[in-house]
């Protein structure tokens, strides 16, 4: 735990305490908090204590909740804009505001083919965009006895164990991410013309700025199509091998489901994907999530 100084830097104090049970699951990330009640309206006391806890940890678990769509919604707008989806159902229908992140077919029975492959593959949510996410909650409403995990990826840490040739390398790089690459890169059906009109590329820096900590992270992964300035063979290389690093299994943290888990994490210092460590032929995984606008990496 950091201690912070006075203002005369005389003597050390310590942070305030939480105003709710908060433990601490993950080594690189990760804490459970226990109590509180999302369904129900917070006070800005409470807000602003679960917004330094997410500072501190990166990923918030809060358990044994159970929160209506609309419920889930409000407690969202605590900390920023709603973002809809650039996806939408095979009907064409565009996505809730809301999401439900299922194998469930429209019977309502495991279908493993309506899980969207690229959620397997490491990313931080919509980068793609001009204005990225800053967090994403997601709400278990129902998770398989065993698996059907998902995986954090500390970039934060990435990027300081990074050696000070490497940080100098990047330290001025630029990458394009859209939509369409996010497609390509992990095999799955093209964009449509439509979808790249409305999701255009945009350019981000390879090494991003935590616009509230002030700490340098890695942003790369799977919307990433190349850096700007380099030859292919060398983007594709240099991307693989950031990514390679800041994933490594030392720096991962993964996330067993328990029903009633709501989780909210930082997208501007963490990557994640889900595991196919489960039957989803067999097992049924429903989730809820809402994603939170966050600002213009720098
Ligand atoms: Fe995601």
Redo the contacts with the bound molecule.
């Keep these: 735990m950091q201690i912070a100084q006075t203002p005369d830097n005389s003597m050390p104090v310590s942070p305030a305490p939480y105003p709710f049970e908060i433990n601490r699951i993950g080594e690189v990330a990760g804490a459970e908090i226990i109590g509180l009640d999302l369904s129900q309206p917070i006070d800005a006391a409470t807000k602003d204590a679960i917004l330094r806890a997410f500072l501190e940890h990166h990923i918030l678990v809060f358990r044994d909740q159970s929160l209506t769509k609309d419920e889930q919604a409000r407690f969202s707008e605590n900390f920023g804009e709603l973002e809809s989806h650039v996806g939408r159902h095979p009907s064409g229908e565009q996505y809730h505001i809301v999401h439900t992140v299922t194998n469930l077919g429209p019977d309502g029975k495991p279908e493993p083919k309506v899980m969207p492959k690229g959620?397997y593959y490491w990313?931080t949510?919509k980068s793609y965009h001009e204005v990225p996410s800053l967090t994403?909650m997601l709400h278990a409403i129902e998770v398989p006895e065993e698996g059907g995990d998902t995986l954090f990826a500390n970039t934060r840490m990435g990027y300081e164990t990074l050696t000070p040739e490497m940080k100098s390398r990047i330290a001025d790089l630029k990458a394009e991410h859209s939509w369409e690459a996010s497609r390509r890169n992990t095999n799955s059906a093209p964009a449509t013309e439509e979808q790249k009109k409305a999701r255009p590329p945009v350019t981000h820096p390879i090494v991003r700025t935590h616009p509230d900590t002030g700490e340098k992270t890695l942003y790369v992964g799977m919307h990433v199509s190349h850096i700007h300035g380099l030859p292919k063979d060398e983007s594709d290389a240099l991307l693989a091998e950031l990514l390679e690093h800041t994933t490594q299994p030392d720096l991962v943290y993964t996330h067993q489901w328990r029903k009633g888990d709501y989780t909210m994490w930082d997208n501007r210092c963490l990557l994640?994907r889900a595991s196919p460590n489960y039957d989803a032929a067999t097992e049924r995984r429903v989730l809820h999530r809402t994603v939170i606008i966050g600002t213009k990496p720098y």
Excluded: Q, Y
Aim: glycine residues 0%.
């Design positions: 959620n990313h949510d994403t994640h």
